[in-house]
């Protein structure tokens, strides 16, 4: 299980936005900081992702 890209914080400071392939698949994954949960924000089949965050909105670029 590796992050694929570099993560990046929510502006809310209490979590990271990774790209992993934890699971099988690529995916992104949210993880709190006080705790390390991590929880995925997608699902289904898809190339590999770059979270970005800009102000409230989190993206990311799906392919290979």
Same mark, same amino acid.
Do not use: M
């Given at each position: 299980? $590796?992050?694929?890209?570099?993560? #990046?914080? @929510?502006?809310? &400071?209490? +979590? ?7 699971? *099988? $698949?690529?995916?992104?994954?949210? #993880?709190? @900081?006080?705790? &390390?949960? +991590? ?7 898809? *190339? ?17």
């Amino acid at each position: 299980d $590796g992050i694929l890209e570099a993560p #990046v914080f @929510l502006p809310s &400071g209490d +979590a990271l936005v990774i790209a992993s392939n934890r699971g *099988g $698949g690529f995916q992104l994954w949210r #993880v709190a @900081l006080a705790t &390390g949960e +991590a929880r995925p924000l997608t699902d289904g089949p898809r *190339g590999k992702h770059a979270p970005h965050v800009d102000g409230e909105w989190l993206y990311f670029v799906d392919g290979d």
